[in-house]
């Protein structure tokens, strides 16, 4: 089945605790994207990678980073988390860069005490 | 300002109402147009998408896009119970997609 997964679903974490939300899809994707969703404020996109080893900001990359190893993974790190990045962040992927046709994930929901 | 403009509702109609949607951007080098319904709880997922302007129809769903006016809509005829969801209107111009805030339907049987 063609799915985009992330781990985990549900995280609670204390500040300034490193943590990693993984990602990985199986369709042989290029292109892969992090996006965090807010009340009232929708999806923001924080970082994407066009391929392998090639990634760049989004609209809100201040206090994440990414990395792509492997074109099927892209994993999201927090390095010191704070309570404002308390939100549920959804990882997407398409072919190519036209990005008519992102597939999610089903969302991991982060709480920053 | 935002990029896109959504009014987020929420919207409340009865079984076989038509609900319209709609959203208004301000970026002129957003080339794709799309909408994407997200239930609670999970993921969005693509409904359709248009490329420049024009109308496109799947099923009970339409899609228009004027680009001189820098709105698009998104019409659901015949809605159903099922149709109950958040529905968010994404652009995608220059490796980057820009979502509106979302609307909330709810369609009452």
């Known amino acids: 089945e063609a799915q985009v997964t992330q781990n985990p679903r549900y995280l609670i974490t204390v500040t300034g605790k490193k943590l990693t939300v993984t990602c990985s899809q199986n369709?042989?994707?290029?292109?892969m994207s992090w996006y965090r969703q807010d009340p009232g404020l929708g999806l923001r996109q924080i970082y994407y990678s066009m391929n392998v080893e090639v990634t760049d900001k989004g609209d809100v990359p201040e206090g994440y980073k990414v990395s792509r190893k492997e074109k099927r993974n892209f994993p999201l790190i927090l390095e010191s988390p704070s309570p404002n990045q308390t939100s549920l962040y959804f990882c997407?992927?398409?072919f190519g860069g036209g990005l008519y046709e992102q597939y999610f994930g089903p969302g991991t929901r982060l709480t920053v005490t | 300002q935002k990029e896109v403009e959504q009014d987020p509702g929420p919207l409340s109609v009865p079984e076989g109402a038509i609900v319209s949607l709609n959203c208004t951007y301000s970026n002129s080098a957003f080339q794709y147009f799309m909408w994407y319904r997200q239930y609670s709880r999970k993921g969005p997922e693509l409904l359709m998408y248009t490329y420049s302007s024009g109308n496109k129809e799947d099923g009970r769903f339409t899609a228009q896009v004027d680009k001189s006016s820098k709105y698009i809509s998104l019409f659901i005829r015949d809605s159903q119970p099922s149709d109950s969801a958040t529905y968010l209107c994404?652009?995608?111009?220059?490796?980057?997609?820009?979502f509106g805030a979302g609307t909330t339907v709810t369609v009452r049987a």
């Open positions: 369709m042989n994707h290029e292109y």
């Open positions: 994404a652009m995608s111009g220059d490796y980057k997609l820009s």
């Open positions: 997407a992927s398409s």
